[in-house]
């Protein structure tokens, strides 16, 4: 470390009132040098014991006008300046009007600028991210309307010119119109569950129950899917029938359905789904596994984001909107639970959430 740098850390831990002190001593040494001098020159006559009397008494009114000075002219604005910064941060701590002249001020305004500073940073890069997750979710839900609007307006219009008294189209249209219509309402409903689940709306209906039980009933609503796509639904060996789960059943049974359906449509055919049920002393871990093709690792992240897709053209293919795992997270975060997803590419993947578990009924 340099010699410049050794002072610049010194001064920075003189307090405000060591400092006064300090200029008041430079004031008094430098004056009695002065008298000193103009005495011996001068011959004036006056003895030594005098001419420092005189340096000490100026010395004291210097301290008082250094002090008053750095308090009333530098430190109270910098203490003003801390306390704004202590407002924006929108901080419980409590800062005192009156400055203390024997605290490092300087140091603490300092420390208390960068770590402002730091925190601005990160609020502006999070006000981006925003803007741009705003952004795409605004462009994903005009892409998602927007299909079967147009979709709707082109049967109606073949309808409207003729086709409805064409025997051969009229039917079909208007069964493929209403198709469309039911996925434009399934779009505005989704979207209405997450927002009452964001707003805080929705209530869990707090219950007991065995999950294997509501497991069981969500496959067998599940089996004519899986009969099309030849998939196989199994509880894995050795579980717990009577495990018993304090959460809402019907949002719970959402979960379920979202995530065995998906495992279904976009698993492969002749696949297979299991679902497995653990202990985990307070909570029970609930995991729906496919041997499919798996996701890879830089979609994991995204899956539950609103209208995120791995495939889109193969997720429309199936009807899905975009929005089922974003409604299951958000349903799991209700229930103050996790839920997590770990997949292989060519081997297949799992989706896994807890819930707390009850002893009796």
Known sequence: MSGTEQVNNQLKKITPKQLAYLMAMAVTVSSFMVSLFFNVVLQVGASVGQLFGLAAITGLICYGLFYWALEHFIYR??????????????????????????????????????????????????LKRLENYRREFIGNVSHELKTPIFALEGYLETLLDGGLYDEKINTKYIEKALKNAERLGS??????????????????NWGRFKIYDLCNEVIEEMERLAKIQNTEILFKEGINRNLIVQADSEKIRQVLNNLISNAIKYGKENGKIWVGLYDMEKYVLIEITDN?????????????????????????????????LAIVKHIIEAHHQTIHVRSTLGKGTTFGFTLQKKKFL
């Not at 779009?187 to 869990?204: G, H, M």
């Open 77 to 126: 604005r910098i203490k003003l300046i801390y306390k704004n910064i202590h407002n924006r941060k929108q901080t419980h701590r409590v800062v005192v009007d009156k400055v203390d002249m024997n605290k490092h001020l300087i140091d603490e305004v300092e420390d208390e600028v960068g770590e402002w500073a730091k925190d601005y940073q990160t609020e502006i890069e999070q």
């Open 187 to 204: 779009i505005v409903k989704d979207l209405e569950t997450i927002t009452q689940y964001e707003a805080s709306v929705l209530q869990i």
């Open 292 to 324: 499919g093709n798996g996701i890879a690792e830089e979609h994991l992240p995204r899956l539950f984001e609103r209208f995120y897709r791995i495939d889109p053209s193969r997720s429309r293919h199936h009807g899905g909107a975009g929005l089922g």
